[in-house]
C-alpha cells in the first residue's frame, strides 16, 4: 500500500542527437576586384577611311590620297552602296551649240533688175552651223582638298587631330566643328588647299552655213554678196552654277586622341563591319552626293548632275565673201556687203561631274556591348531548384541609354537542357562588380530549354553607360546524370540581345567561364525536438500517468530514395532500459524489445514506456510512418533499448521536409516502488537509410 508520506518525482531528460549527411557545396558566387575590360570587336570588312590636314600622317594610318595612283589622289568622295573600284566623272566638260534663230541682214543695196547674176537677198538668214568651237570648263566645284587616310581594320583609338564627318552639330566630347571646310566640296589631294569655282563660262565660236534665200540681176561691175557667203562671229555664255549633287556635313576634328565615338561617319572602301550602319545606300542620305562643309547645321542638300546655259546671241560680223559682177540699177534690193546678223544659239545638256569614286559612307551605331565576368560554380545537385549558376554576363552602352526587351541564352554543356533544365530566371543590377546576393530585380523567367539548347527570356531592362550585371539562375531536373556539365552562353549577343536602340556587340559568342559539374544530390536529414525535459510529477498513487508535456522530434529528409530513419533510445541504468535511481538503486523496467516489444500498464505494477504518432503539423512532403510497437494508444506502451542498440521510431522513404512526430512517454509504479528521484535520458537519431 502507498505510503502517502513517501513520494516519486520521476523526470526525463531529453539529449537529441541528429546526423546530416552532406557533401560540401561549391561556392555559389564570385567577387573579383575588378571586372574585365569591355572590348569591342569589329567583324572583318571595309578599312576605316578618315580626313587628316597634317603634315605627318599618323602611325598605322596611310594616305590614299597624297601621290598619283592613289585612289583619292585629286579625286572626290561620292556616296554610293558598294565601294568604286575606278573612277567615274571628269575634269572638263563642254557643250554643242545649235541653231536657235538669226536676223535679218542689217544693212541692204540696190541690184539690177532680173538677170543671170546670183546674190544673196534682202531678208536671208544663216540657219545652219558650219563650225563651231565652245572651250572647255573646269567641273571643280569650289572645293577644299584634305589628306584621306585609311586604317587597315577597325583602331582601337583615333588620333588626335583626325577629321570625321558628322550628322550634328551636337559634337561628342573631345571633338571640335571644323569651320575651315564651310562651303567647300572635299577633295582628295596630298596638299590642303582651295581651288576651284561653283560657277563657269564658255567662249564659243561658230562659222555659219550659207544664206537661206538668193536674188538674180543683170551682170555688171559693182560688189554685192555672195550668194554663198558664210559670217564668223564668237561670244562668252551666261555664267552657270555647275555644283555637283551635294549634301552639306559637319566636319569635326578630335582634339585628343579618342575611341570612336558613335554617330561618327566615317569612309570605307567596301560593306561596313559590324556596330556601322550604312549611310550611303539607295534611299539613304549620303547616296549619289558631294560633301560640303557647313559646321553650322547639317542636310542642306542642292546641286546637280548636269547643266546648260542660257541661249547666246552672237553678233556675225560682215563677210568678205562677196561678188564683183552686181549691176547698180535699183529695180531689185539684196543684202549690202556691210550686212551684219544676230545668230542665236542653244547648249547642249551635259554633265559636270567632277572625277570622283563612289565610296561607301557608315554611322558608328550607338553600341550595346555583352561580356562576362566571374565563373560558374563547380557543381550543382540532382536535381535542385534555383541555382545560381555563377558569374555574370555584363552589358553597358557606349553612349546614352536604350531598353533590352529580351536576351537568349545557350547551355553548351553535355546536360540535356531541353529536358533536364528550367526555370530559368535572369536577374539584373547596375554595379560596377557583379555578385549576386538573391535580391536583385527579375528580369524575366524562360520555363525550358528548346531542342537547340536556347532559353528566351523577355522582359525590361534599361542599360546606360554604366555596367549592368545579369545573372542566371535555374533549377536541375532529376532525369540529370553526374557528371554532365553545364556551359551557359549567349552565342551571339547581335543577334540574340535585343535592344531599343542601337546595335549590340560582338557577333560571337560570349561564355561565363567555368564549367559547372552535375554531381547526384547529397542526402541530408536532420531531427531535433522541442523539449529538453518532461515530468510526470510527484506521484501519490499507484496509478498510470502521462508526463507533461508531451515531446515534440521533427525530422527533414532530402537527396535519397532510400529515405530516412529517426532511432530512439534510453539510458536506463546502462543495462536495461527503464526510469531508473540510484539510491536507491531501483529500475521501473521499460519492455524489453527482444522478448516483450510492447506491454499494457496497469495501476499498481511498475512498468514504463512510449507511444507515438505522426502529425500533419507543418513541414512538406509525407508524414512519417510509426513502428507498430510505438503506434499505440491507452495504456499501451513500447518497450525502449539501452546501450549501443538503436531502435527505430519511424521512417519515411521520400523527400520530407520538418514533419512531426508526437512522443508520450507514459509509467506505472506499485506499493512497493521505493520513493526517490527517477530519471531517463532519452536519445532521439536520424540517419540515412
Same mark, same amino acid.
Given at each position: 500500500?502507498?505510503?502517502?508520506?513517501?513520494?516519486?518525482?520521476?523526470?526525463?531528460?531529453?539529449?537529441?542527437?541528429?546526423?546530416?549527411?552532406?557533401?560540401?557545396?561549391?561556392?555559389?558566387?564570385? /567577387?573579383?576586384?575588378?571586372?574585365?575590360?569591355?572590348?569591342?570587336?569589329?567583324?572583318?570588312?571595309?578599312?576605316?577611311?578618315?580626313?587628316?590636314?597634317?603634315?605627318?600622317?599618323?602611325?598605322?594610318?596611310?594616305?590614299?590620297?597624297?601621290?598619283?595612283?592613289?585612289?583619292?589622289?585629286?579625286?572626290?568622295?561620292?556616296?554610293?552602296?558598294?565601294?568604286?573600284?575606278?573612277?567615274?566623272?571628269?575634269?572638263?566638260?563642254?557643250?554643242?551649240?545649235?541653231?536657235?534663230?538669226?536676223?535679218?541682214?542689217?544693212?541692204?543695196?540696190?541690184?539690177?533688175?532680173?538677170?543671170?547674176?546670183?546674190?544673196?537677198?534682202?531678208t536671208h538668214i544663216h540657219n545652219t552651223i558650219s563650225s563651231q568651237t565652245v572651250d572647255s570648263a573646269s567641273n571643280d566645284p569650289l572645293y577644299r582638298s584634305l589628306k584621306i587616310i585609311r586604317y587597315t581594320g577597325m583602331p582601337a583609338t583615333l588620333p588626335a587631330g583626325v577629321?570625321?564627318?558628322?550628322?550634328?552639330?551636337?559634337?561628342?566630347?573631345?571633338?571640335?566643328?571644323?569651320?575651315?571646310?564651310?562651303?567647300?566640296?572635299? /577633295?582628295?589631294?596630298? *596638299?590642303?588647299?582651295?581651288?576651284?569655282?561653283?560657277?563657269?563660262?564658255?567662249?564659243?565660236?561658230?562659222?555659219?552655213?550659207?544664206?537661206?534665200?538668193?536674188?538674180?540681176?543683170?551682170?555688171?561691175?559693182?560688189?554685192?554678196?555672195?550668194?554663198?557667203?558664210?559670217?564668223?562671229?564668237?561670244?562668252?555664255?551666261?555664267?552657270?552654277?555647275?555644283?555637283?549633287?551635294?549634301?552639306?556635313?559637319?566636319?569635326?576634328?578630335?582634339?585628343?586622341?579618342?575611341?570612336?565615338?558613335?554617330?561618327?561617319?566615317?569612309?570605307?572602301?567596301?560593306?561596313?563591319?559590324?556596330?556601322?550602319?550604312?549611310?550611303?545606300?539607295?534611299?539613304?542620305?549620303?547616296?549619289? *552626293?558631294?560633301? /560640303?562643309?557647313?559646321?553650322?547645321?547639317?542636310?542642306?542638300?542642292?546641286?546637280?548632275?548636269?547643266?546648260?546655259?542660257?541661249?547666246?546671241?552672237?553678233?556675225?560680223?560682215?563677210?568678205?565673201?562677196?561678188?564683183?559682177?552686181?549691176?547698180?540699177?535699183?529695180?531689185?534690193?539684196?543684202?549690202?556687203?556691210?550686212?551684219?546678223?544676230?545668230?542665236?544659239?542653244?547648249?547642249?545638256?551635259?554633265?559636270?561631274?567632277?572625277?570622283?569614286?563612289?565610296?561607301?559612307?557608315?554611322?558608328?551605331?550607338?553600341?550595346?556591348?555583352?561580356?562576362?565576368?566571374?565563373?560558374?560554380?563547380?557543381?550543382?545537385?540532382?536535381?535542385?531548384t534555383d541555382n545560381y549558376v555563377g558569374g555574370a554576363f555584363t552589358f553597358i552602352r557606349d553612349a546614352g541609354t536604350a531598353d533590352v526587351t529580351q536576351i537568349i541564352i545557350t547551355d553548351t554543356g553535355t546536360v540535356n537542357a531541353n529536358l533536364n533544365l528550367s526555370n530559368v530566371?535572369?536577374?539584373?543590377?547596375?554595379?560596377?562588380?557583379?555578385?549576386?546576393?538573391?535580391?536583385?530585380?527579375?528580369?524575366?523567367?524562360?520555363?525550358?530549354?528548346?531542342?537547340?539548347?536556347?532559353?528566351?527570356?523577355?522582359?525590361?531592362?534599361?542599360?546606360?553607360?554604366?555596367?549592368?550585371?545579369?545573372?542566371?539562375?535555374?533549377? *536541375?531536373?532529376?532525369?540529370?546524370?553526374?557528371?554532365?556539365?553545364?556551359?551557359?552562353?549567349?552565342?551571339?549577343?547581335?543577334?540574340?540581345?535585343?535592344?531599343?536602340?542601337?546595335?549590340?556587340?560582338?557577333?560571337?559568342?560570349?561564355?561565363?567561364?567555368?564549367?559547372?559539374?552535375?554531381?547526384?544530390?547529397?542526402?541530408?536529414?536532420?531531427?531535433?525536438?522541442?523539449?529538453?525535459?518532461?515530468?510526470?510529477?510527484?506521484?501519490?498513487?499507484?496509478?498510470? /500517468?502521462?508526463?507533461?508535456?508531451?515531446?515534440?522530434?521533427?525530422?527533414?529528409?532530402?537527396?535519397?530514395?532510400?529515405?530516412?530513419?529517426?532511432?530512439?533510445?534510453?539510458?536506463?541504468?546502462?543495462?536495461?532500459?527503464?526510469?531508473?535511481?540510484?539510491?536507491?538503486?531501483?529500475?521501473?523496467?521499460?519492455?524489453?524489445?527482444?522478448?516483450?516489444?510492447?506491454?499494457?500498464?496497469?495501476?499498481?505494477?511498475?512498468?514504463?514506456?512510449?507511444?507515438?504518432?505522426?502529425?500533419?503539423?507543418?513541414?512538406?512532403?509525407?508524414?512519417?510512418?510509426?513502428?507498430?510497437?510505438?503506434?499505440?494508444?491507452?495504456?499501451?506502451?513500447?518497450?525502449?533499448?539501452?546501450?549501443?542498440?538503436?531502435?527505430?521510431?519511424?521512417?519515411?522513404?521520400?523527400?520530407?521536409?520538418?514533419?512531426?512526430?508526437?512522443?508520450?512517454?507514459?509509467?506505472?509504479?506499485?506499493?512497493?516502488?521505493?520513493?526517490?528521484?527517477?530519471?531517463?535520458?532519452?536519445?532521439?537519431?536520424?540517419?540515412?537509410?
Amino acid at each position: 500500500m502507498l505510503k502517502l508520506n513517501k513520494f516519486l518525482r520521476i523526470s526525463i531528460v531529453f539529449l537529441v542527437i541528429f546526423a546530416w549527411i552532406f557533401s560540401g557545396w561549391p561556392q555559389i558566387w564570385q /567577387k573579383p576586384a575588378i571586372p574585365p575590360e569591355i572590348e569591342n570587336t569589329q567583324a572583318a570588312a571595309g578599312d576605316l577611311i578618315l580626313l587628316w590636314d597634317g603634315d605627318t600622317i599618323p602611325s598605322g594610318w596611310t594616305c590614299i590620297s597624297c601621290a598619283s595612283g592613289d585612289p583619292y589622289y585629286q579625286v572626290y568622295p561620292r556616296g554610293a552602296a558598294t565601294y568604286g573600284t575606278a573612277t567615274s566623272g571628269a575634269a572638263t566638260h563642254s557643250h554643242t551649240v545649235s541653231y536657235v534663230s538669226c536676223t535679218g541682214p542689217s544693212a541692204t543695196a540696190q541690184y539690177d533688175a532680173p538677170g543671170t547674176a546670183s546674190y544673196s537677198s534682202a531678208t536671208h538668214i544663216h540657219n545652219t552651223i558650219s563650225s563651231q568651237t565652245v572651250d572647255s570648263a573646269s567641273n571643280d566645284p569650289l572645293y577644299r582638298s584634305l589628306k584621306i587616310i585609311r586604317y587597315t581594320g577597325m583602331p582601337a583609338t583615333l588620333p588626335a587631330g583626325v577629321i570625321g564627318i558628322f550628322d550634328t552639330t551636337s559634337l561628342p566630347e573631345n571633338w571640335s566643328a571644323y569651320s575651315l571646310q564651310d562651303t567647300y566640296f572635299l /577633295k582628295g589631294d596630298g *596638299v590642303v588647299a582651295t581651288s576651284g569655282s561653283n560657277t563657269h563660262t564658255h567662249s564659243v565660236s561658230v562659222t555659219t552655213g550659207g544664206p537661206d534665200t538668193t536674188e538674180t540681176a543683170l551682170a555688171g561691175a559693182k560688189a554685192g554678196e555672195s550668194p554663198t557667203h558664210t559670217h564668223t562671229g564668237s561670244g562668252t555664255s551666261a555664267s552657270t552654277d555647275h555644283q555637283p549633287p551635294y549634301l552639306e556635313v559637319v566636319f569635326a576634328q578630335a582634339s585628343v586622341d579618342t575611341p570612336i565615338p558613335p554617330g561618327l561617319i566615317a569612309l570605307f572602301d567596301a560593306a561596313p563591319p559590324t556596330d556601322w550602319t550604312l549611310v550611303s545606300g539607295t534611299g539613304q542620305p549620303f547616296n549619289g *552626293v558631294f560633301l /560640303k562643309g557647313n559646321s553650322t547645321a547639317y542636310g542642306g542638300t542642292g546641286g546637280a548632275e548636269t547643266h546648260t546655259h542660257a541661249n547666246l546671241d552672237i553678233n556675225l560680223p560682215a563677210t568678205a565673201d562677196t561678188i564683183a559682177t552686181a549691176d547698180t540699177a535699183p529695180a531689185e534690193v539684196g543684202a549690202d556687203i556691210a550686212h551684219t546678223h544676230t545668230f542665236t544659239v542653244s547648249f547642249s545638256t551635259e554633265s559636270h561631274l567632277p572625277v570622283y569614286r563612289n565610296t561607301v559612307f557608315a554611322k558608328r551605331d550607338l553600341i550595346l556591348t555583352v561580356a562576362t565576368t566571374g565563373s560558374q560554380v563547380a557543381n550543382m545537385n540532382i536535381p535542385s531548384t534555383d541555382n545560381y549558376v555563377g558569374g555574370a554576363f555584363t552589358f553597358i552602352r557606349d553612349a546614352g541609354t536604350a531598353d533590352v526587351t529580351q536576351i537568349i541564352i545557350t547551355d553548351t554543356g553535355t546536360v540535356n537542357a531541353n529536358l533536364n533544365l528550367s526555370n530559368v530566371d535572369l536577374y539584373y543590377e547596375t554595379a560596377a562588380t557583379c555578385s549576386y546576393e538573391g535580391n536583385e530585380t527579375l528580369f524575366g523567367t524562360a520555363t525550358s530549354f528548346n531542342a537547340s539548347e536556347k532559353a528566351t527570356v523577355t522582359g525590361t531592362m534599361s542599360v546606360g553607360t554604366s555596367q549592368v550585371c545579369v545573372y542566371v539562375v535555374l533549377d *536541375v531536373g532529376s532525369g540529370a546524370s553526374a557528371g554532365q556539365t553545364i556551359e551557359i552562353e549567349i552565342s551571339n549577343p547581335s543577334t540574340e540581345v535585343t535592344v531599343s536602340a542601337g546595335t549590340v556587340s560582338p557577333a560571337t559568342a560570349v561564355a561565363i567561364a567555368g564549367t559547372t559539374t552535375l554531381q547526384v544530390a547529397a542526402a541530408t536529414v536532420s531531427c531535433s525536438t522541442n523539449i529538453s525535459s518532461t515530468s510526470f510529477g510527484t506521484w501519490t498513487d499507484t496509478s498510470v /500517468k502521462t508526463s507533461s508535456p508531451n515531446a515534440s522530434t521533427t525530422m527533414s529528409c532530402s537527396g535519397t530514395t532510400s529515405g530516412c530513419v529517426l532511432y530512439v533510445k534510453d539510458a536506463g541504468n546502462t543495462a536495461s532500459s527503464g526510469l531508473a535511481t540510484t539510491s536507491p538503486a531501483y529500475l521501473i523496467p521499460s519492455p524489453n524489445a527482444a522478448a516483450n516489444a510492447s506491454t499494457t500498464l496497469a495501476a499498481g505494477t511498475e512498468g514504463y514506456g512510449i507511444q507515438a504518432t505522426s502529425t500533419a503539423a507543418g513541414g512538406s512532403g509525407n508524414l512519417f510512418p510509426v513502428e507498430l510497437r510505438y503506434a499505440v494508444t491507452d495504456n499501451d506502451v513500447g518497450g525502449l533499448v539501452v546501450g549501443s542498440e538503436t531502435q527505430a521510431l519511424a521512417s519515411a522513404n521520400s523527400t520530407t521536409t520538418g514533419r512531426e512526430v508526437l512522443i508520450t512517454h507514459i509509467a506505472a509504479i506499485s506499493d512497493a516502488t521505493p520513493g526517490a528521484l527517477y530519471e531517463d535520458t532519452i536519445t532521439y537519431s536520424c540517419l540515412v537509410q
